[in-house]
């Protein structure tokens, strides 16, 4: 008899209004993942930062409309999965690690549903401790709370599920039609970044960024063109993974390339694609004097994508041995999670 499965969307969060600015990076920044000192330090330092860059934040959130957009493009990939899947065993909730709706929220409404099972699948096709690493304790606690003690699957990872794959690439072959136009191109595969140390501790995020982009460049089958990995979005004074995206795209500029940027990592649309790369990189290359500038859009809810995150939930629901809490590459080998260090999808 089928089982009642809830589905839970892990995914950044963002504020929802200029108010919720300061509270959602506090939130971020006490997160012991991103910053890893035990309390109170770690809490003073989130106040003090929070509060310093909120004003900044603050204009950029301004920029679009006051409010972080992650939240509906969210639930717009969690109503599009639900209709992939197709059955009324099925729900899906949405778990945001910063902002609301929380894990706890969704803890709450997957009980009252009346789960018998759960998945969880991170918006993060490549696994980090910062990510879905924090995620996954996140939930772990509100369930505990929640008191939903049901059969639960992580699937921690999938770098180069194909459906991710191909509607990242189908998106990149329009923007190089664009991007031919103008003059020579540059792709510039973009992820956000992290600090050396957290890599060096054995995180697997860049490995499988890389799987991404290979796989992405296999399907695309362009070995005429120039590329590049790097990697955006650098805070505090930790020495951080590079190349950084925006050096590269000056630097591609210089060269008189008309620059794409894939913003490979992120699935959905959020203020590091929406002023990060669509107005202070734009602005960057245009001042270095590119022949062009196109930034390839978030796969959102292109049907390549969503059949191949309804494919990741069919498999673990296939794999009845999943159902032991311990996180699984999309491929169902077990991987990430406390054995991040050892995760079979590394590289």
Sequence with gaps: ????????????????????????????????????????????????????????????????????PILPETQAQAAALKTALGSDDYAVFIAMRYWHPFASDAAKAAKEWGAERVILLPLYPQFSTTTTGSSLKDWQDAAEQAGLNVPTAAIGCYPDEPGFVAAQTMLLQAALLRAEDMGKPRILFSAHGLPKKVVNDGDPYQ??????????????????????????????????????????????????????????????????????LDIEYAELARHNGAAGYVRVSTVGVQPDFIAGLARLVRGAVARQDVFDGAPRCGSGERSCGNAWRHCACKG
């Design 207 to 276: 490995m499988q960024v890389e799987k991404t982009v290979a796989a992405i460049q296999r399907r695309l089958q362009r070995p005429d063109l120039e590329t590049q990995i790097c990697y955006q979005s650098r805070v505090g004074p930790l020495e951080w993974i590079g190349p950084a995206t925006d050096a590269e795209i000056e630097r591609a500029a210089k060269a008189g390339r008309a620059v794409v940027v894939v913003p490979v990592a992120f699935v959905s649309e959020h203020s590091e694609t929406l002023v990060e």
């Design 1 to 68: 008899m089928p089982q009642k499965t809830a589905i839970i969307l892990f995914n950044l969060g963002g504020p929802d209004s200029q108010s919720a600015v300061e509270p959602f990076l506090f939130n971020l920044f006490n997160d012991p993942a991103i910053i890893r000192l035990p309390n109170p330090f770690r809490w003073l330092l989130a106040k003090l930062i929070s509060s310093r860059r909120a004003p900044k934040a603050a204009e950029i959130y301004a920029q679009m409309g006051g409010r972080s």
